[in-house]
């Protein structure tokens, strides 16, 4: 199973570079439930990752990395996780460098013969004084 989770995410480094969301989203089962670093609190179903995804990348002008790095997989025969620190780094069609990690942790569920990701939750930390995520931090 490990060796298919990390095709999985190769996969969805390469299609996110490429904007190519279908690719991207390839693995996610149907009923997937989403846990983003923006609200709203949870995106349920493929089509609602596939939406969060367009307009994230609708933002960029320029993709000049992405990356997971980090990664950890935990497997048995027909659940697994894996962790990892995400990294992009673009230019907005503002014209803003926006170069942050994150983390993410993904569940994934053998259906019928294949891997499928079921769950995914990333995150930033925050500052507890201001409240304020903490996008500038690096591994």
Known sequence: MEKEIRNI?????????????????????????????VGPLQFIGVKGVQK????????LNEIVDFEVTDVKITASN???FSTSL????????????????????ICYTRIYDEVKITHSHSSVPFDAESGQASTGLKP
Do not use: P, Q
Request: glycine share 2%; aromatic share 8%.
């Open 86 to 105: 995400n990294h992009i780094n673009a230019k907005t069609i503002t014209g803003d460098k926006l170069d942050m990690f994150w983390r993410e942790t």
């Open 78 to 80: 027909n659940t697994a």
């Open 9 to 37: 995410l190769v996969t969805k480094v390469a299609a996110v570079k490429s904007r190519d969301v279908e690719k991207a989203t390839s693995a996610y089962s149907e009923d997937v439930i989403c846990f983003d670093v």
């Open 52 to 59: 969060r995804l367009r307009e994230w990348l609708s933002t």
